[in-house]
């Protein structure tokens, strides 16, 4: 059975920094390009940011680029976000998820497999 399971959520202050970590069992997903998504309450989930099969590009959401830092070890079959100077508008349960393709994308549409999501919550 395929999973991904997200973990190092939590409650920061505004200018913190958190670590997310997605672990993926069942399947290797070294082929394949993984994202990070977010919902916060009441708003449909949006594109965080994604990283190629190999790791060799990355792409962000202009709301987050220069403050995230995405990346990936396929030996052990984990993706990470690394996300820094966090702000309140950042509060949303985040989830990872791997792409139908190896190529980095925005498009939730070409993910098929999709973690339980964690919250982050970040205090003013």
């Known amino acids: 059975q395929v999973q991904l399971v997200e973990s190092g959520g939590g409650l920061v202050q505004a200018g913190g920094s958190l670590r997310l970590s997605c672990a993926a069992s069942g399947r290797t997903f070294s082929s394949n390009a993984m994202g990070w998504f977010r919902q916060a309450p009441g708003k449909e989930r949006e594109f965080v940011t994604a990283?190629?099969?190999?790791?060799?590009?990355?792409y962000y959401a202009d709301s987050v680029k220069g403050r995230f830092t995405i990346s990936r070890d396929n030996a052990k079959n984990m993706l990470y976000l690394q996300m820094n100077s966090l702000k309140p508008e950042d509060t949303a349960v985040y989830y990872c998820a791997a792409a139908t393709v190896g190529a980095g994308t925005r498009q939730q549409g070409l993910y098929n497999h999709w973690g339980q999501g964690t919250q982050v919550t970040v205090s003013s």
């Open positions: 990283i190629t099969w190999s790791g060799a590009t990355t």
